[in-house]
């Protein structure tokens, strides 16, 4: 009975230890990427670094801002498409549960999420590059849009779905119409929650390189018209990298370490915004 | 002779296929509080939420019959203008989370794109408050946001809410089932001061309450109207069978 008794405490010991374990080695991963980046972009950043724009090869110097204005605008104009699109169907798909349309565009929206990078970039290569006739900043805002919406649309029909029933039972009892309880009532309470899917939707695009190979192009020099190619710091981390010369190889690193210091603020921002903006049912 | 406010003629309610108020026919005074009493699921609630059009807002619910607002039915009229007339307070407080007991009070005009001068707006949280009895307790934190009051506070402020529209009926869903004694008497109390304005419809399950602040109560039962009269004749005299069974409690 009481070797019984010691086997189960030490079952139940070896779990808790496992877990414990296994929890700590999921944060290696991270700290590894950390501390490496981190190791090898610091020394690469200074000022010179954040306004120039790369040097051709052989002259010591340059800097990524053409890349870092245009990730900027690639990402704004792409938020402007998803966002908006987003919050309303998640607003559709939260109050229409059970319609054949919801459960039709959950399904596309799922499926959505699980479409590679690489085929949506073709994708948006073959509606918007092909018949506008050349690369341009715009389609990459576009491809990316579409990665960014199951993220967002999900967040938003999940929060949404969390607010009691009284709350819009409410609003109409007091003679509001649809659209005004949708705007004033139930965006404004799921507020912090729409806002969160929207930052990690950013964050999740923001280092996305494929779908941007074959439609922003990339642009060796600072470009702000969303209508030509536009750098990005993805494709420079990916051409640079790969290329055979050291400075670039050093461009490359140093824009690593901006790529992740923005994902990680994007992150911790968010966190802290919910917090803050959550609404006390 | 009394002028009546609300009169329905041959009202039916539906949830699919499975009928839930059945050809109720009734006028309601003004100026009166009417309890409407009836055992779990008689349908009672579903006929106050017809009342105003709520009743439709819910998926395969559907109505027939009329109801006359004074003499507009309100079966013809647009929801959303009915509801302008006739407001509703319901079983638990649900003020707005995010929005301040000020802005709570002053909501239905808010909500509607009604735009008010400032002094305006002061006066109808000033006037909505104080007949709900809530002012002296909440006017120095008018800025705070609703939730942060007390449940009976809380009600009392839903209350506000409605009566700042200026309804003329008041529609109450089991409007105390969520609050403790004292935060009940506070609003059965209230119910004596708003009638003098208003003509308020209450569904109640508890026939104490009912005994306690209607001037007639309706009695339901399997969704039909079985009795509507004064509860002390009810109480004494019931015309009804099924009266007599609830009042003494053969079932609930």
Known sequence: MNALLKYRIAKSKTLHVLTSVLAFACVLPLMAILSFIIKAGITKINWHFLVNIPKPVGEAGGGIANALLGTLIIIAVAAAIAIPVGILCGVYLSEN???RLANWSRLCVDILQGVPSIVIGIVAYFWLVKPLGGFSAFSGSVALAMMMLPIVIRSTEETLKLLPDSL?????ALGTPF?????????????SGILSG???????????????????????????????????????IFNYATSPYNDWHDLAWGASFILLVFVLLLNISTKLMTKKWKVQL | MESTVIKTVDYNAYFGDNRVVKDV??????????????????????????????????????ADGKIFLHNEDVMQMHPIFVRLKIGMVFQRPNP?????????VIAGYKLNGIKLQRADKDKIVEEALTKVALWNEVKDSLRKKGTFLSGGQQQRLCIARAVAMLPEVLLFDEPTSA????????????????????????????M???????????????????????????????????????????FS
């Open chain 1, 179 to 191: 659209h005004r309880v949708i705007l004033k009532v139930i965006i404004p309470c799921g507020i």
């Open chain 2, 179 to 206: 609050l403790d004694p004292i935060s009940t008497s506070t609003v059965e109390e209230l119910f004596h001061e708003l009638k003098k304005n208003y003509t308020l419809i209450i569904v109640t399950h508890n």
């Open chain 1, 97 to 99: 549960k059970n319609s």
């Open chain 1, 198 to 236: 929207v930052m990690l939707s950013v964050a999740r695009v923001a280092g996305e390189t494929a779908p941007l190979l074959f439609t922003a192009f990339g642009n060796p020099y600072l470009s702000a018209n969303i209508t030509k190619p536009m750098q990005s710091l993805p494709l420079l």
């Open chain 2, 96 to 104: 707005f989370p995010n929005l301040s007991i000020y802005d709570n």
């Open chain 1, 168 to 172: 819009k039972e409410a609003a109409f």
């Open chain 2, 25 to 62: 026919n009734i006028s309601i005074p003004k100026n009166h509080v009417i309890a409407v009493m009836g055992p779990s699921g008689c349908g009672k609630t579903t006929f106050l939420r017809g009342i105003n059009r709520m009743h439709e807002l819910i998926p395969h619910a559907k």
């Open chain 2, 208 to 250: 104490q309450q009912a005994a306690r602040v209607s001037d007639r109560t309706a009695f339901f039962y399997m969704g039909e109207l079985v009795e509507y009269d004064d509860i002390k004749k009810m109480f004494t005299n019931p015309k009804d069978n099924r009266t007599q069974n609830y009042i003494t409690g053969r």
